[in-house]
């Protein structure tokens, strides 16, 4: 198990090839608003994740997360059920 500081610390270094224009990342940075992502690019990234934390995030759940904080939730929920 690890702990949420970690999974951010994960997410945030996934998420950096993907942050072209250099945004800084909290909890609250939101995904197509902040970091200006189209729909390609979030399929990419929700793969990179599903990767990396070996899960499965299904189009409903992605439909509902918008922020970082959103997503470490999501990472941290469907691991707890693996």
């Known amino acids: 198990m690890t702990t949420r ?3 951010f610390a994960k997410v945030k ?3 950096d090839p993907f942050n072209k224009k250099g ?4 909890e609250a940075t939101r995904f197509a608003q902040d970091l200006e992502w ?8 929700v793969a990179a994740i599903e990767d990396e ?4 995030i ?3 759940m992605q439909a509902e ?3 970082v904080g959103q997503l470490i939730d999501a990472v941290e929920k469907l691991r707890d059920k693996a």
């Open 23 to 26: 945004v800084a990342l909290t």
């Open 5 to 7: 500081d970690e999974t």
């Open 58 to 60: 299904t189009m409903n």
């Open 13 to 15: 270094e996934l998420i």
């Open 38 to 45: 189209d729909s390609l690019t979030v399929m990419d990234f």
């Open 53 to 56: 934390f070996d899960i499965i």
């Open 65 to 67: 997360i918008e922020t």
